[in-house]
């Protein structure tokens, strides 16, 4: 008999971002069409389908590490552009990242003077800071990736940052739930190769006992 198409490995449901759910054979004679089937080709067919799996799975790794590490720059960001609105608008908020250098400053701010100006350090090199201080501004520059930086007004980019943010989170999440499905498809695609090579195991095996009677019966 002809072994099952390998289409068929592969059912038709998808998981939302289109990537398709491996079929789980439950009876393996019936599935490769009775006992006298060829495993050869359904055996490298599900070696394809691991492949597949396999590579998808790494490109999605390397994407949600890459968004791990975009993510932490992207809010450490947002809450600087947030804090130099708050400065504007006479708001005694310092970044998360950055209490403890403002903290003296803040404190030492009166509520009727106009707030002091900000110093902070910025890199030159790698290992080589410089100081610096921020005047009052209502702009601020953000690097879009691929060497290319757009002057924005504050708000504006506090609601680009936000927007990027939120996509950048968004993306994540459907990335792990990725890797979660396609990881359990991994493993169905793997326990049904070792069901079918066991099964063909087991045959060659009773075939070679029903031999092995055959000729002792006759002798």
């Known amino acids: 008999m002809s072994a099952p198409e390998p289409s068929k490995i592969i059912q038709e449901e998808k998981n939302p971002r289109g990537i398709p759910k491996a079929l ?14 060829e495993v050869e080709k359904v055996l490298s067919a ?10 998808m799975d790494s490109n999605l790794t390397q994407r949600r590490r890459g968004l791990e590490d975009k993510i932490p720059d992207i809010k450490k960001t947002l809450r600087m552009v947030e804090y130099l609105q708050g400065r504007r608008e006479g708001k005694k908020t310092a970044p998360a990242d950055d209490e403890d250098d ?5 404190e030492d701010e009166d509520d009727d003077e106009p707030p002091k100006p900000l110093t902070t ?17 209502d702009t601020v520059y953000l690097w879009l990736g691929a060497n290319v930086m757009l002057s924005y ?3 504006v980019a506090i609601e680009l940052l936000q ?8 993306s994540l999440n459907n990335t792990v739930e990725d890797l979660e499905f396609l990881r359990e498809q991994l493993t169905v695609m793997e326990v049904n190769t070792a069901r079918v090579y066991n099964w063909d195991v087991k045959r060659r095996r009773d075939r070679k006992d029903n031999e092995s009677a055959v000729e002792v019966n006759v002798e």
């Open 102 to 106: 403002l903290e003296d400053d803040l």
């Open 153 to 155: 007004k504050i708000p």
């Open 46 to 55: 599900f070696q394809d389908a691991l492949a597949k799996y396999r590579y």
């Open 121 to 137: 350090t910025f890199e030159l090199a790698d290992t080589l800071f410089a100081e610096a201080e921020i005047e009052e501004t």
């Open 24 to 37: 789980f054979i439950n009876d393996v004679e019936e599935y490769l069409g009775g006992p006298a089937a």
């Open 163 to 170: 927007s990027k943010l939120d996509a950048a989170q968004t």
